[in-house]
């Protein structure tokens, strides 16, 4: 049996057992998880807290959070029907005023997803399973929609000889000439930035404290992507409720970062930035004090490793063997400061003789290299 | 003292409500390329270019910063050090053009306050989803006393124009008080995220 073949079987044992042993889960996903057979989907669901351990639940917990997810969108979505009360109610919580504060940030939302992985084609192409009650729906229900009539629609008086006048409307389109290939597609079907669209709404909806951020985006993207690519078709047909969840549990590890009120506490992005600071100083002065002396601050390069662990640095295959490693570490975080730090040592050559200028540019657009090596660092400097 | 590439070094910063264009302006001056597969902007980003005015070797060092509020801690750090800043709304988008006296207050409240400021209404190719008129984007501009232009990333209008306006204001700044030349190098060397040069040299 080839090594690769060996460790499919590994983890499919591991996946067969009545209770998973999840020490030994980790331990195997954290050296990367083979793309065959859907394995990185289930994996990442049991080390993201949404499959349990006892295989006896695990399909009855599955259709559970399904039909949840479902109600989340008939009760978001596919019901409301637009707003109730008098547009002119004053009043802050009228329906008017929510549908209006909603669709502000659905404007953020549609403006990010339409920039998702451009690299690749994915997020452009339709999904085998669109949501049937929203692309069937003469395109009401569909929430790009919804921003552009509620920026986009005018009307015009044109007038025609003596008192006749006619009034033709027209509604213009957003996505013609900006989004490129990230074209809404026709009734009956749905893109699948549009999936990640619906999932980011309805988040932000469930979410109000923290609501839609930029990056989260890029959060969601991986993950769905490995989800809607998963070798088994009833996964893949969940693969947007699945996604939700996970999601969900994720952005509970992480959601700190994303809040600016608490980038001081100790979950916070500054706090962070802080611990790779001293990271990088116990483990390489040199380069620690060169960036020092160019004023070359952590959050230059730092913010956007942390906030979206890493998933704007590498392409969706590298990102996604990373976050095998990130999602099988107990102490996820930490992992994710050595990996960063790893990342710096790296290109340490280069920092050390180059000036502000091409070092942030380093730092800003981390040459491709192979994972393995940056991960392998990592793992080195965490066991100093 | 290292041989130096430029005799001056401007640090300018792009700021402007989500998806005006900011990246793509700094893209079509840095790259003279533009393409609509841009991902979001997430913390600041940075660019650098070489121009050359008026016999000087000018070095633009320019961020582009994150659109969305939660942002603003990150950014706003950025404002002190910058020489001149531009304000990009989108022509076919009200509300960014409204924003436009927020993200001024902002530059009152962060920014040095001889900054040089330019606002530029992006997106001017797209003249069939016009919402915001030129005359509106002229009047706002005269009201603050700031210079303005209507621009295109896609169709490469007035972007090298913007830039090196905004350069040239600077330089008229600087020039006044840069008695030397070499010593204005040094400061830009060693304290890059300081004061501007010229005011380094002769305070």
């Known amino acids: 049996m080839s090594l690769h ?9 591991v996946l067969e057992q009545d209770v998973i042993d999840i020490v030994q889960l980790q331990r195997l996903a954290f050296n ?31 259709q559970k959070k399904r039909q949840l997810y479902q109600q989340f969108i008939d009760e978001i979505i596919v019901t409301p029907g637009g707003p109730t009360d008098h547009p002119l109610n004053i009043s802050p919580d009228s329906s008017w005023s929510t549908y209006f504060k909603d669709n502000e940030v659905l404007l953020q939302i549609d403006k990010d997803v339409r920039r998702l992985c451009p ?65 809404p597609l026709n009734e009956g079907c749905e893109a699948h930035w549009e999936v990640v669209e619906r999932m980011l709404f309805l988040y932000a909806k469930l979410n109000p404290g923290q609501s839609y951020v930029q990056g989260m985006n890029e959060i969601i993207g991986p993950i769905y992507h490995t989800f809607a690519i998963d070798a088994d078709k009833e996964n893949r047909q969940h693969a947007e409720a699945d996604c939700f969840f996970c999601f969900t549990n994720l952005m509970a590890e992480i959601r700190d970062f994303f809040i600016r009120t608490l980038d001081e506490t100790e979950s916070g992005i500054n706090y962070m930035m802080g611990k ?59 992992f994710l400061i050595y990996i960063c730090c790893a990342m710096i040592l790296l290109v340490r050559d280069n920092l050390l003789s180059g000036d502000f200028a091409s070092n942030v540019k380093l730092l800003q657009n981390f040459p491709p290299m192979d994972v393995s090596l940056i991960l392998n660092k990592a793992v080195e400097i965490s066991n100093v | 003292m290292a041989k130096k590439t ?6 300018l910063l792009l700021i402007g409500d989500s998806g005006v264009g900011k990246t793509c302006i700094l893209f079509r001056f840095s790259d003279n390329h533009f393409t609509t597969t841009f991902i979001s902007t997430i913390g600041i980003d940075f660019k650098i270019k070489t121009v050359e005015l008026r016999g000087k070797k000018i070095k633009l060092q320019i961020w582009d910063t994150a659109g969305q509020e939660r942002f603003h801690t990150i950014t706003t750090s ?93 330089l008229d700044k600087t020039s006044g008080r840069e008695a030397d030349a070499d010593h204005a190098r040094i400061a830009v060397e060693r304290r890059p995220s300081r004061a501007p040069p010229a005011r380094a040299c002769c305070s």
């Open chain 2, 78 to 170: 950025y404002y002190r050090g910058a020489m001149g800043i531009m304000l990009v709304y989108d022509i076919t988008n009200e509300k960014t053009f409204d924003d436009i006296v927020k993200w001024l207050r902002n530059i009152d409240e962060h920014a040095n306050e001889d900054v040089e400021k330019m606002i530029l209404g992006n997106k001017c190719d797209m003249e069939e989803k016009r919402v915001v008129s030129k005359e509106r984007g002229e009047a706002i501009a005269r009201e603050h006393g700031i210079r303005f232009m209507e621009t295109s990333a896609k169709a490469n209008i007035n972007i090298d124009r913007a830039f090196s306006e905004l350069a040239e204001a600077i």
């Open chain 1, 276 to 334: 790779l600071s001293h990271c990088l100083r116990k483990n390489d002065a040199d380069v620690w004090g060169r960036l020092e002396a160019q004023e070359l601050r952590p959050q230059y390069y730092s913010f956007r490793w942390l906030t979206l662990l890493l998933s704007q640095e590498f392409s969706l295959p590298d990102v996604e063997r990373i976050w095998d490693s990130l999602f099988a570490d107990d102490n996820r975080f930490s």
């Open chain 2, 6 to 11: 430029y005799d001056l070094l401007f640090k």
């Open chain 1, 119 to 183: 690299e690749i084609s994915f997020f452009q192409s339709a999904t085998e399973f669109p949501c049937e009650k929203v692309v069937n729906s003469n395109g009401m229900k569909r929430l790009h929609k919804r921003v552009e009539q509620s920026m986009l629609t005018y009307a015009t008086l044109e007038r025609r000889g003596l008192g006749v006048s006619k009034l033709s409307s027209e509604i213009r389109r957003s996505d013609s000439v900006s989004s490129g290939d990230y074209a």
């Open chain 1, 32 to 62: 990367g998880i083979p793309d065959e057979k859907g394995l990185r989907s289930i994996v990442w669901k049991i080390l993201l807290h949404y499959v349990p351990h006892e295989k006896n639940t695990r399909e009855a917990t599955l």
């Open chain 1, 5 to 13: 073949k060996a460790r499919i079987k590994a983890f499919q044992d």
